[in-house]
């Protein structure tokens, strides 16, 4: 069973970065799709970021050129660079992957507040 295990979150300040990580448990070839979603308190997951194996990334309408999204397959990661975080941006933070089959997968979570 493939696991994936986030990590990077913290508390920043308004304004900040982060550079959040998702590992998975064996190679990421596999991997067509690889996403990090978040979930604040009270809300609805959202998705915040994509990337294909193509290399092909799409970003939520709100992260507005601040984030990046990328992957390393030779090191089964996937990453995700945050800059100028905002209060908004706070949550709980998902790795997500869907493999050939298809099968899909969730981190467990890392937790990111940014303070204003």
């Known amino acids: 069973q493939v696991q994936l295990m986030e990590s990077g979150g913290g508390l920043v300040q308004s304004g900040g970065s982060l550079r959040l990580s998702c590992t998975a448990t064996e190679s990421i070839a596999t991997f067509y799709f690889m996403a990090w979603y978040r979930q604040a308190p009270g809300n609805e997951r959202e998705q915040v970021a994509s990337i294909r194996i193509s290399g092909t990334t799409d970003y939520a309408d709100f992260v507005e050129g601040r984030f990046t999204i990328s992957r390393d397959s030779a090191n089964n990661k996937m990453y995700l660079e945050m800059n100028s975080l905002k209060p908004d941006d706070t949550g709980v933070y998902y790795c997500?992957?869907?493999?050939?089959?298809?099968?899909?997968?969730w981190g467990q979570g890392t937790q990111v507040t940014v303070s204003s």
């Open positions: 997500y992957s869907v493999q050939y089959g298809p099968r899909t997968y």
